[in-house]
């Protein structure tokens, strides 16, 4: 039976002994030192992203190297640069387990020996230069970068603050104001950019390595320049006050509110206390229930990339793809692969329903530009690449097609057996079906090997997740690219194996019939989706069914009550539906939407919701926030866990991502398998327990891999 593993990182975790990442033989680090006349060149090398990592050797290896130089009395001045394709992504976060003070031998790298030394040390960065790896640089006296290069400290977004001095460094350099924006967004800036701000030194206009070692012996001379020898400029009141009200107060993390005080420790206290407060709260993070999940999601959403099995060398490349259907879903898929630089033939046979796709998209586009997020020139070559057509005959050329018509298994029958007489043998075939039997699908063709689910969310193109559906014959090969296309679009492609709903949706189901058990009980709709937006739910369950449509809420309902009729669900939502209010669209759902989009409360649905529950004979009763959170959560922890057991999901870790990046669950939390771990699985199914001896217990079997796991 599957394990329901807490942690993804490839299982470096927990191989982990003594809270020490050991070095992995397939990456080893290394170092190396050169001389230009009176110039040491260190040149360290940890790939694949040359991250600073203890346990693998790489800190201890360069304060060897870097001691070496500056007591050797033939050097003048000291260049430090990295191999590969970039300078360094930062500490290695495989790192942070047990203590073993690696944040001290850190500190010592760059504070004791690097800031300290008395001959001047020039970093020289080239590709990427985060987190740990750019406090690392920030530490030495001078640096020059290659051009294009990034910089930045993202660790915000891991639930961390920078912990190897950037925080007290950076305000020093840049100014206060720069500083936070910097380390509350953690968005990286370009060299030119670094350059304006005083982050470096300068930008290299040929051989970056050759020139950062011809400027370092120009500097034998000048002798060192430390950043913590300076106060942050001007007053910082200011600038701290208004990051201070721009904190969100739902955070699940508290690294932003930590970096805030660090930066104002910069600025009011001696650099060595502010160092000192820094070390201090990147402890408390580093065990913290959001950076926990943070970090589980960052290593979850690599992993799942790793399809188990045979490794398949048939993925093929994707150059050019077919969007069958001008709806919602097709333009927004053909936006997507449009952002990615695709060729898109769109396919819309309505003459009308086309140019509305057509002109969604240019408008789209177009938007990007006035944002400024776009220039006219990429956004003119956008719109080239797109080819609306009438005809399927159209995607005879494409290597991947992609079926977005319908929600009806009649409707996409049709559209196989064409595409199966159209289309090149070497296409893959895909259907966006979010529930319909993909093998049912794939057999109206002569090649249900070529054929593979690709269900894009909405809006397609800003959702992040892609469930690629492997039907039974689906050939392992066209995963494979199908995997390589989610990556190349940008999206986090899981892979999920055929059934009602897939990953995603299977797992909705549930927790929506809880939501609805419960309003019937004693809770209204602004309180299930409060409890569950301040769990860190991005948008509560109605509010959601009330933007995707109660009307497709309701006719997979009518399915499911012949399907499966021993499963029934709470009938509040068929009751709005039958009242024509199916959400957002029709200006009332759940809620009333007055100017389209925002959500107010509805008397009229308090007192249906009333009146439906006396009709059942229930005594309504107060129910907690927490209550509602557990029931929700818990009923995607059980569907997960099954989910998993049946070997729909591969890994748990796969349930996780669709969760987070299709579903607004909360990324500081990990997703609901992780959630589960950290709660304890054994108190998981007590809670499961408790629900199923109450009312519409039936829906509460826990799953077996929740019993099996400890
Ligand atoms: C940090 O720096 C904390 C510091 O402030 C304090 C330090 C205190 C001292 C502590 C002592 C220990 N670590 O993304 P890709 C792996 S926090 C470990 O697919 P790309 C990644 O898992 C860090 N592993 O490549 C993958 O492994 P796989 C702050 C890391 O080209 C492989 O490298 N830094 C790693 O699409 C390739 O990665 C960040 O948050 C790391 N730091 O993107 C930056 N970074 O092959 C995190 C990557 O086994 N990294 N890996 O799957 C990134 O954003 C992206 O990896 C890049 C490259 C944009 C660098």
């Not at 991250?51 to 190297?65: E, F, K, T």
């Not at 990429?378 to 929600?407: G, K």
């Not at 866990?641 to 591969?650: L, Q």
Request: hydrophobic share 45%; glycine share 10%.
């Amino acid at each position: 039976m599957a394990a329901l593993i807490p942690f993804n990182d490839g299982g470096r975790r927990q191989a982990e002994t003594n809270g020490m990442n050991p070095p992995d033989p397939d990456r080893p680090a290394s170092i190396d030192c050169t001389h230009v006349g009176p110039v040491a060149v260190i040149t360290f090398s940890h790939p694949p992203v040359n991250a600073l990592s203890v346990g693998a050797g790489v800190i201890d290896a360069l304060a060897d190297s870097i001691g070496a130089a500056i007591a050797d009395p033939a050097v003048g001045a000291l260049v430090v640069m990295a191999a590969g394709d970039l300078f360094s992504a930062g500490a290695d976060i495989a790192d942070f387990g047990a203590s073993a003070n690696k944040l001290d031998r850190m500190r010592a790298l760059t504070s004791d020996l690097i800031e300290a030394a008395h001959k001047p040390i020039v970093m020289a960065l080239h590709g990427m230069a985060l987190g740990g790896g750019l406090e690392f640089a920030l530490s030495g006296h001078y640096r020059i970068c290659a051009p294009g290069t990034k910089l930045g400290l993202p660790e915000v977004t891991l639930g961390l603050l920078p912990g190897a001095g950037g925080t007290q460094r950076l305000p020093r350099l840049i100014g206060v104001e720069a500083a936070l924006q910097m380390m509350l967004s953690g968005t990286p800036l370009d060299a030119s950019k670094a350059l304006a701000l005083g982050l470096i030194d300068r930008v290299a206009t040929g051989d970056f390595r050759a020139e950062a070692a011809a400027w370092a012996k120009e500097l034998v001379a000048a002798g060192p320049k430390r950043a913590c020898d300076r106060l942050p400029a001007g007053d910082p009141a200011p600038a701290i006050d208004q990051a201070r009200r721009g904190l969100d107060a739902r955070s699940l993390s508290q690294a932003p509110a930590f970096i805030i005080d660090c930066v104002e420790a910069a600025c009011t206290r001696p650099f060595a206390e502010g160092l000192a407060l820094e070390k201090r709260l990147f402890e408390s993070l580093i065990d913290s229930e959001a950076s926990l999940g943070l970090r589980h999601v960052f290593f979850g959403r690599r992993e799942v990339a790793r399809i188990p099995g045979p490794k398949t060398s048939a993925a093929g490349v994707i150059h050019s793809v077919a969007v069958i259907g001008g709806g919602l879903m097709g333009t927004g898929i053909a936006i997507a692969l449009l952002n990615s630089e695709l060729k898109v033939t769109l396919i819309e046979p309505r003459a009308e329903a086309l140019d509305k796709a057509v002109a969604t998209i240019r408008k789209t586009i177009q938007r990007d530009v006035d944002k400024g997020r776009l220039s006219a020139a990429a956004a003119a070559h956008r719109i080239d690449s797109l080819f609306p057509s009438a005809t399927l005959e159209a995607c005879a050329a494409a290597d991947l097609i992609i079926e977005a018509v319908y929600e009806s298994m009649d409707v996409k029958r049709q559209v196989f057996v064409e595409l199966d007489r159209i289309a090149s043998p070497a296409a893959i075939l895909a259907s966006n079906t979010s529930t319909l039997d993909l093998d049912v699908i794939a057999a109206c063709t002569r090649r249900p090997e070529r054929v593979v689910g690709l269900h894009f969310f909405s809006p397609a193109n800003i959702m992040k997740l892609l469930e690629i559906v492997r039907g039974r014959r689906t050939d392992p090969g066209v995963l494979a690219a199908s995997m390589a296309f989610s990556k190349a679009i940008g999206k986090v492609g899981v892979v999920s194996g055929a059934c009602d709903g897939f990953i995603g949706n299977r797992m909705f189901e549930e927790y929506l019939r809880q939501a609805y058990f419960l309003l019937e009980e004693g809770a209204l709709p602004a309180q299930i989706d409060g409890a569950l937006e301040n769990w860190g739910m991005a948008m509560g369950p109605l509010k959601v069914m009330d933007l995707a449509g109660q009307d497709i809420g309701w006719s997979i309902r009518k399915r499911r009550a012949i399907e499966q009729p021993g499963r029934p669900y709470s009938t509040i939502p068929d009751q709005l539906c039958e009242m024509g209010r199916f959400g957002q669209k029709t200006g009332a759902g759940f809620y009333l939407y007055p100017d389209g989009r925002t959500a107010r409360e509805d008397p009229q649905i308090s007192a249906l919701i009333l009146a439906h529950s006396a009709k059942l004979g229930i005594t309504r009763r107060a129910v907690a926030d927490a209550q509602i959170v557990d029931r929700c959560v818990l009923a995607l922890v059980n569907e997960g866990a099954r989910i998993v057991e049946e070997g729909i999901a591969y890994r748990a870790v796969d349930v996780d991502m669709v969760s987070v990046f299709g579903y607004g669950f909360p990324a500081a939390r990990g997703g609901p398998m992780f959630y589960a771990a950290r709660m304890g699985f054994a108190n998981v199914v007590r809670r499961i327990e408790e629900f199923a001896a109450g009312r519409n217990g039936w829906a509460w079997v826990p799953a077996a891999l929740l019993r099996s796991n400890p």
